[in-house]
T-cell receptor
Framework: SQQGEEDPQALSIQEGENATMNCSYK?????LQWYRQNSGRGLVHLIL?????REKHSGRLRVTLDTSKKSSSLLITASRAADTASYFC???????????FGTGTSLTVIP | DTGVSQDPRHKITKRGQNVTFRCDPI?????LYWYRQTLGQGPEFLTY????????KSRLLSDRFSAERPKGSFSTLEIQRTEQGDSAMYLC?????????????FGPGTRLTVL
């Protein structure tokens, strides 16, 4: 079974608005990563946040991590139509090399 | 193109047939992963190689599935006696040696349809 769950499952916003999606996980992690997947394609890495970090920025992306609540959020600011995709969080636990992906949030940005 | 490549991109087969997929990782990457993804779900880990050694295998992986990476470069994933439930996208990813828990670079996937 998958470790993470994203919320909401689907999100539809207007271009220029901010999009926030959340990820909850079950066990202690080494780091958490966010990936984007366009329909029918492979995943693309967006950002990685380590367990000892609380917030990280990359361009229009902002990621937070709360290890006490076992949750993370991804904020995309000033969204564009090209941001339309599915977004997945992936947790990496301290033992082994398995990446556990969540169920994903489907984001639609309306031009 | 120096990204991860997978072949074929699409495969349609009849139930009971064997299929084999190939993944060519980024050349300097020593870690290689296989995942399965069904519609509306995230990728599900299948197996992991470091160089030619298969170090981890999902407990969910039935014995009809086998993966190899004979020379530590490309990898193959074989599914024997396919079942309709095997229909999915099979994704390959690689990551570089050195630091652990690096980001993964994904290929475009092989979409399998079992009739």
């Amino acid at each position: 079974s998958q470790q993470g769950e994203e919320d909401p499952q689907a999100l539809s916003i207007q271009e220029g608005e901010n999009a926030t999606m959340n990820c909850s996980y079950k066990t202690s992690i080494n780091n958490l990563q966010w990936y984007r997947q366009n329909s029918g394609r492979g995943l693309v890495h967006l950002i990685l946040i380590r367990s000892n970090e609380r917030e990280k920025h990359s361009g229009r992306l902002r990621v937070t991590l709360d290890t006490s609540k076992k949750s993370s959020s991804l904020l995309i600011t000033a969204s564009r139509a090209a941001d339309t995709a599915s977004y997945f969080c992936a947790t990496v636990i301290n033992t082994g090399n398995q990446f556990y992906f969540g169920t994903g949030t489907s984001l639609t940005v309306i031009p | 193109d120096t990204g991860v490549s997978q072949d074929p991109r699409h495969k349609i087969t009849k139930r009971g047939q064997n299929v084999t997929f190939r993944c060519d990782p980024i050349s300097e990457h020593n870690r290689l992963y296989w995942y399965r993804q069904t519609l509306g779900q995230g990728p599900e880990f299948l197996t992991y190689f470091q160089n030619e050694a298969q170090l981890e295998k999902s407990r969910l992986l039935s014995d009809r599935f086998s993966a190899e990476r004979p020379k530590g470069s490309f990898s193959t994933l074989e599914i024997q006696r396919t079942e309709q439930g095997d229909s999915a996208m099979y994704l390959c990813a690689s990551s570089p040696k050195g630091r652990t828990y690096n980001e993964q670079f994904f290929g475009p996937g092989t979409r399998l349809t079992v009739l």
